[in-house]
């Protein structure tokens, strides 16, 4: 699966893109804000991506959800706050909360992959928030 990283915290971005990797993924690329998002959505065509909800410039993740969603690309948004997201969470699968640890991440990425992949999981894991 090609996947996009959406995070200004280098080292938290850093540490996705090793997991994504380790998993079999690739990384189509970072974005740390909304411009560079959009612009690397133009052009890689990523099939998944996980967002943060607040970037360099402000709150702009939602604002990416909502582009990638309207494109029909799934994503998972994570965030320290969780109350950040709207209801609905603008058409994301779900939220993985921070901090969150290299093995639920590990399991919520094993997760998704089947979900892109299949279109049907077992239970989510621990750490992934599902939208309702």
Same mark, same amino acid.
């Given at each position: 699966?090609?996947i996009?990283?959406?995070?200004?915290?280098?080292?938290?971005?850093l540490e996705?893109?090793?997991?994504?990797?380790?998993?079999?993924?690739?990384?189509?690329?970072?974005?740390?804000?909304?411009?560079?998002?959009?612009?690397?959505?133009?052009?890689? =065509?990523? &099939?998944?991506a996980?967002?943060?909800?607040? /970037?360099?410039d402000?709150? @702009?993740? $939602?604002?990416?959800?909502?582009?990638?969603?309207?494109?029909?690309?799934?994503?998972?948004?994570?965030?320290?706050?969780?109350?950040?997201?709207?209801?609905?969470?603008?058409?994301?699968?779900? =939220?993985? &909360?921070?901090?969150y640890?290299?093995?639920? /991440?590990?399991?919520?990425? @094993?997760? $998704?992959?089947?979900?892109?992949?299949?279109?049907?999981?077992?239970?989510?894991?621990?750490?992934?928030?599902?939208?309702?």
């Open positions: 699966m090609k996009m990283i959406v995070e200004d915290e280098a080292l938290l971005a996705l893109e090793y997991e994504v990797e380790a998993a079999g993924h690739s990384v189509v690329g970072t974005a740390a804000s909304r411009k560079a998002a959009f612009e690397m959505i133009s052009q890689t =065509a990523p &099939e998944f996980f967002v943060d909800v607040h /970037l360099n402000g709150p @702009t993740g $939602i604002e990416i959800g909502e582009h990638l969603s309207e494109l029909g690309i799934p994503f998972v948004f994570v965030t320290g706050n969780i109350k950040r997201i709207p209801p609905g969470f603008v058409g994301a699968i779900g =939220a993985i &909360e921070k901090p640890t290299m093995h639920g /991440l590990k399991n919520a990425l @094993t997760y $998704i992959g089947d979900w892109v992949a299949k279109g049907e999981t077992n239970s989510p894991p621990a750490g992934l928030i599902l939208a309702e």
